[in-house]
């Protein structure tokens, strides 16, 4: 559905600048640029919902332990 929008409003906008009404090259390319902004506030909102998802299956819990050792740089020797 947003692609055929997103391919509507590109056609249309190409058949504008095929033209020479610059006040319908203005209209077309505002349209487009609001198409765009619709797909965009659609992929944010997915993406924003997919993150609370992940974070909410993650239980927002650091992690509880580490195999790795942690080396004080002051006791720390080159030999």
Do not use: C, H, W
Not at 35 to 61: C, F, N, S
């Amino acid at each position: 559905d947003q692609k055929n929008k997103i391919d509507t409003a590109v056609s249309a906008l190409k058949d504008a600048f095929a033209g020479t009404d610059l006040e319908k090259m203005k209209a077309k390319s505002e349209e487009l640029q609001k198409v765009l902004q619709e797909v965009g506030t659609v992929i944010y909102q997915q993406a924003a919902a997919d993150y609370a998802r992940q974070k909410g299956q993650a239980g927002g819990q650091a992690p509880t332990g580490s195999d790795e050792k942690v080396v004080d740089s002051d006791d720390y020797k080159v030999k």
